[in-house]
Structures are given as structure tokens and as C-alpha cells.
């Protein structure tokens, strides 16, 4: 059983920018999605990266200003945030889903994935 562990949120102001992370072992086998939940409403799809690191993927809300990358050797796929917004505020859930296959995909959408950390806040307010 995989075992997701966000880290990283916190209160900042407007403009402002925090970097989450997404730790587990093994991790370097799977595709990772961000994900965010805001109150009252839906759980969406930030962005996502393939187990590889080669596919990319963003919300069209947080391009240009949200960044994913992973660093395998650590266990650990990263979520840069900058310009952060108060429409940015919620909580923060990485997710995962493993991969057999050599093709580079990763996935925006919740259903595709099998793994679930238990989500960091994030908190954009002056």
C-alpha cells in the first residue's frame, strides 16, 4: 500500500509563492496528480506529472504559475507555487497512480488514480 505525505502548505499573502511536496517510496513507478479542494466545492486537478518526468500537465487556472517536477532518486514530486492568488486557497492533495507501461502519461482527472495523501492547506490571504 502506497503511502502519499504532502508537505509544504501554510498561510501566505497574495502574490506570495510556497513550494508543496509529495513524498512516498517507490514513487519513481508512478504518475502523480496535484489536486485541490476548496470549500464547498469539487476536488479539481491542478496538474500531474508521469512516472518519467517527459509529460507535463496544468489546470488552465495555475499555468505560468505553478510548477511540477519530481526528483525520483528522493521519492518526492514537488509542486511550485508562485503568484499565489486568494482563488488559490484550499487544501492540497497529491495523488498516485502506477504505471506499467513505458508510455509517458499522467492524468488530470481523480478517478484515474488508486492513491491518496491526506492533503497540506494552503492559504492565500493578507
Known amino acids: 500500500q502506497l503511502q502519499l505525505v504532502e508537505s509544504g502548505g501554510g498561510l501566505v499573502q497574495p502574490g506570495g509563492s510556497l513550494r508543496l511536496s509529495c513524498v512516498a517510496s517507490?514513487?519513481?513507478?508512478?504518475?502523480i496528480g496535484w489536486f485541490r479542494q476548496a470549500p464547498g466545492k469539487e476536488r479539481e486537478g491542478v496538474s500531474c506529472i508521469s512516472s518519467s518526468g517527459d509529460r507535463l500537465n496544468y489546470a488552465d487556472s495555475v499555468k505560468g504559475r505553478f510548477t511540477i517536477s519530481r526528483d525520483n532518486a528522493k521519492n518526492t514530486v514537488y509542486l511550485q507555487m508562485n503568484s499565489l492568488k486568494p482563488e488559490d486557497t484550499a487544501v492540497y492533495y497529491c495523488a498516485a497512480r502506477h504505471i506499467t507501461t513505458n508510455q509517458a502519461m499522467c492524468f488530470m482527472a481523480r478517478v484515474r488514480y488508486d492513491y491518496w495523501g491526506q492533503g497540506t492547506q494552503v492559504t492565500v490571504s493578507s
Open positions: 517507490g514513487l519513481d513507478h508512478y504518475a
